[in-house]
């Protein structure tokens, strides 16, 4: 192997974890850990920037999975990515259709863990709701995913794999003659990492995937559609500016320590002052326009007209938006959703302070698909931390 091509560390990491003779699944790879798997698997140096640019287009453009298909490469090429790679995404096990469109996954990942993923349909766009983990550690006590204990991150793969299966369902992957980016077909416009887990604790997996889902020859999804949700992983903030540069929402929820500690625990971490400084500089960093800030609305806990001075006290200076949830219910939910006029005159209080106040429409409550409400009800939910612990070695 030329010295001009070391193994990086994501290939070495996917050969150890691989029992001998095993395959490597290209699908999250990034670009650079594509060209050192191809030159490992015996692509010629001054090919491999061709080769990679080829296979990319293969997989991420026209959605093809069997190297067969690759026509612009020679049957012995070929040959030799069907002995030494795989094309794989998670299995969808079953999909749930709402009567106002929006369809869940139940999806089956390695190691037969499930997360769930949802489409939204709009008008004039699709978003779809992807996982970043398989549980959540954040236990939001509004969140019925927080409820369920982590099992293990995702890989790269499992999360730009979401994307891929969810192309499959639509039928969208291109056909000849159609172009990427916006000129191609996008029943799935848009991206939220809002489905189960906490991306920025899994910060890697998700910067990689999305940078696939970006590249401008493959998925082609600008940044400017891709939203990321956190629930105020501080230190992480300013990394995701740098190194993703997505839109960034942030699950708040509260306006004072004592209920954002109670709803969203990881304030007793990073209070309300420290996380709002640490989004000051976000939409300068990464050249995004401004803040998506979620704030569920729930029954005499959060939604008062105190509470509503107090939000748009504290966003002052943050170009920001607010977007207004509805609490969606399940079973056993600590809280109720608050009152519709309720709502409205929060939402009034902070439109007239100069903030734009969406109420978000709930989708998909009748299959489980709001937000707040993804929970995989598998065996694993029901470990105890002890044996998750073992099994993933946190």
Sequence with gaps: MPASAPITQDVLTIRRDLPQG????????TRDGLRAALIAAGTPDRQAKMRVNQVWQWVYHWGVRDFAAMTNLSKEYRALLDRHFTIEVPEIVSKNVSADGTRKYLVRIAGGHEVEVVHIPETDRGTLC???QVGCTLTCSFCHTGTQKLVRNLTAGEIVGQVMLARDDLDEWPQPGQGTGDNGPRLLSNIVLMGMGEPLYNFEAVRDAMKIAMDGEGIALSRRRITLSTSGVVPEI??????IGCQLAVSFHATTD??????VPINKKWNI???LEALRTYPKASN???ITFEYVMLKGVNDSDADARRLVGLLKGIPAKINLIPFNEWPGAPYERSDWTRIEAFADIVYKAGYASPIRTPRGEDIMAACGQLKSATERARKSRAQIEAETGL
């Design 22 to 29: 095993d395959r490597i699944n290209i699908v999250g790879l």
């Design 130 to 132: 992807i996982s970043s």
């Design 238 to 243: 300013a990394r995701c500016a740098e190194e």
């Design 258 to 263: 004592a209920v954002r500690d109670r709803l």
């Design 273 to 275: 002052a420290t996380l």
């Design 288 to 290: 995004s326009e401004r």
